[in-house]
Antibody
Framework: QVTLKESGPALVKPTQTLTLTCTFS??????????VSWIRQPPGKALEWLAR???????FYSTSLRTRLNISKDSSKNQVVLTMTNVDPEDTATYYC??????????????WGQGTLVTVSS | QSVLTQPPSVSAAPGQKVSISCSGS????????VSWYQQVPGMAPKLLIY???KRPPGIPDRFSASKSGTSATLGITGLQTGDEADYYC?????????????FGGGTKLTVL
């Protein structure tokens, strides 16, 4: 059974660095082909893809946010960490982690965490 | 503004059929596959369709999808009140070295 769960602060001040952790079970990022992504959703708005990390440590970032994001993994703990620097109230959103699958040319997110709401406010 | 365009809302009566469109471009939908997600209010998104038209285990065959050129369509038949949710299409931008995920703006389905 695959599960993912996000954790991190509910409130962050502007200009601070946000650190979110995704703890997962039911699969391993040591296995070839496994990937995890972060996705966010501002209140009442659409989903926005942020970053991805693969089993082989390859990382990919949203073009618009790449200078502020860093994604890393600790395969021994089954965790993926996302840091976002210099946060702004526009970064207020529910942040999700999701397992990303790639099968015969098709990318899709098959399992999602419950999400964690992060509010950026002074 | 999302790279994939969806209608903001659709509605239909219980038991009826509804279609939700997702319009992209030659560098997005046309080059790779489309997935669809259902998000019930207050919940995380859930995978409905992957690889253009495949259903994961547990997704009823009332949900179907297709892709043609730069557009994709999700169809739902036999509408139920439990189908009221936001629906998102998703794909991957393979033309960027960053390999980025893309989502539509979402469509709110109301079952009247």
């Amino acid at each position: 059974q695959v599960t993912l769960k996000e954790s991190g602060p509910a409130l962050v001040k502007p200009t601070q660095t946000l650190t979110l952790t995704c703890t997962f079970s039911g699969f391993s990022l040591r296995i070839t082909g496994m990937r995890v992504s972060w996705i966010r959703q501002p209140p009442g708005k659409a989903l926005e893809w942020l970053a991805r990390i693969d089993w082989d440590d390859d990382t990919f970032y949203s073009t618009s946010l790449r200078t502020r994001l860093n994604i890393s993994k600790d395969s021994s703990k089954n965790q993926v960490v996302l840091t976002m620097t210099n946060v702004d109230p526009e970064d207020t959103a529910t942040y999700y982690c999701a397992r990303l699958r790639y099968i015969r040319g098709a990318y899709f997110f098959d399992y999602w965490g419950q999400g964690t709401l992060v509010t950026v406010s002074s | 503004q999302s790279v994939l365009t969806q209608p903001p809302s659709v509605s239909a009566a219980p038991g009826q059929k509804v279609s939700i469109s997702c319009s992209g471009s030659s560098s997005t939908i046309e080059k790779t596959s489309v997935s669809w997600y259902q998000q019930v209010p207050g919940m995380a998104p859930k995978l409905l369709i992957y690889d253009n038209n495949k259903r994961p285990p547990g997704i009823p065959d009332r949900f179907s999808a297709s892709k043609s050129g730069t557009s994709a369509t999700l169809g739902i038949t036999g509408l139920q009140t439990g189908d009221e949710a936001d629906y998102y299409c998703g794909t991957w931008n393979t033309t960027l070295s960053t390999g980025g995920g893309l989502f539509g703006g979402g469509t709110k389905l109301t079952v009247l």
